[in-house]
């Protein structure tokens, strides 16, 4: 059995950091922002959280797993990369509530109302407003 190397403790490493702050972000979500959000933001979050937990274990594998003395294997950077992106960009519309193609409509389906067309549901701000 081989020493667990550099490139296999950053993968580890960056595994347990995505788990970790998946399991903070899902509590904060869960018991601070159950109030604020809409569920459907809600449950994007979970979703965010799911996924960003689930490559955080993938991770965890692929440092257990991998046999490459590369500083990080491709299957770690697209996993990182993966978590980054899809993550993130689920986080910045709970956040924002605005989506990929602008801000959805009063329905949440992407089809506005017209006199809802660029605003949020009444009664709930987006997340970014409410720190302000």
């Known amino acids: 059995m081989t020493a667990f190397g550099p490139s296999r403790r950053l993968t580890a490493v960056a ?15 869960a018991h601070w922002l159950a109030n604020l959000l809409t569920p459907e933001r809600l449950s994007t979050l979970r979703t965010a959280v799911d996924y960003q937990f689930l490559n955080g274990l993938g991770l965890l594998l692929v440092a257990a797993l991998d046999r490459d003395q590369r500083p990080l294997s491709l299957p770690a950077a697209l996993l990182l990369a993966g978590a980054l ?15 990929l193609f602008g801000r959805r409509g009063a329905d949440d389906r992407g089809l506005a109302d017209a006199g809802a067309a660029g605003q949020s549901r009444p ?4 997340l970014l407003t409410i720190w302000r």
């Open 15 to 29: 595994g347990a950091l995505l788990m970790a702050t998946g399991v903070v972000i899902g509590a904060f979500g």
């Open 85 to 99: 992106l899809f993550c993130g960009a689920l986080y910045a519309l709970v956040a924002t509530d605005v989506g």
């Open 123 to 126: 009664g709930r701000r987006p």
